[in-house]
């Protein structure tokens, strides 16, 4: 008799504790799957949902706020989630929200963001649309990985070859680093070029402020014009002279003396002449 009882005692524990477990169970599902709270709905449209199943969490502002109530392909590029929400967040998503697809650390599950919106004051509605945002998938990132990797591999073959022509070639950038005497010439050459511009430097410092003629040439207004007066009237002197010189060979006393210069001068350009031919035809004809 004690042993039944004892027996039944111990069942009646286990299927009490079987029942606590159940009903815990059912409830943190439950909790999970918005089973017992008022709740809403959003819809949004994706080209893929990049491993996105049904169950899976919805974030809003980092919060889990529901869960993927669906999954619906509506064309070969075209995929329609269906998210269920906690009624009480619904007046925090406005009608500019965004949704997109990431996943809940390095490896974890894939999860369904909703980013609030900015500029709109409306708040959503049950069953509304939202725009949605292009996952980056995993075959796309490692592709730029890849190529990341080639591109630094022919930046360091690169690299490799201009050291090397730095240690063995002839460039000028090897000889600045190699060629004492190149170094030396070219330190010499800079050091030239700072005197001369030292140099340069007092001149144009004395052309501004000193008292030469050239200063007072480039600085002096008077004295420009002054040197301009004088070179008028030295340009209207020759003028004159060459005009005068016209005269004098038109006048019936030195006209003869002009005449006979003239002749002279002609003739000697003549045996000029003469002298230049006979030179050119000794040495076009052959000596015996």
Known sequence: MNKDTGSNWKLGMFVI????????????IGKQQNLFGSTFYL???FKTVSGLTVGNNVRFSGINVGTVDGIELITDSSVVVVLKIKKEVQK????????SIGSDGLMGDKVLTVSPGTSSNKIIKDND?????SAVEVED???SIKITLDNA??????????????NNGNGTLSKLMNDKEFAISLKNTLANLEVSTNEFSKFTTSMNNGKGVLSKLVSDEELGKKLDSTMSNLQ??????????DAAKENFLLKGYFNKKKKAEAKKQE??????????????????
């Open 141 to 143: 990132l490692m592709n």
């Open 153 to 166: 591999g022919v930046i360091t073959t690169q690299l490799a070859q201009f050291t090397y022509s730095m």
């Open 92 to 99: 925090f998503i406005k009608t500019d929200a965004m949704a």
């Open 271 to 288: 045996e000029l002449k003469k002298k230049k031919d006979s030179t050119k035809s000794e040495k076009i004809i052959p000596k015996k």
């Open 43 to 45: 819809k949004s449209k």
């Open 17 to 28: 504790i079987g029942l606590i477990l159940l009903v815990l169970t059912i409830y943190l």
């Open 129 to 133: 649309f939202i725009v949605s945002k």
């Open 236 to 245: 209207s002197g020759t003028k004159g002279l060459s005009e005068n010189m």
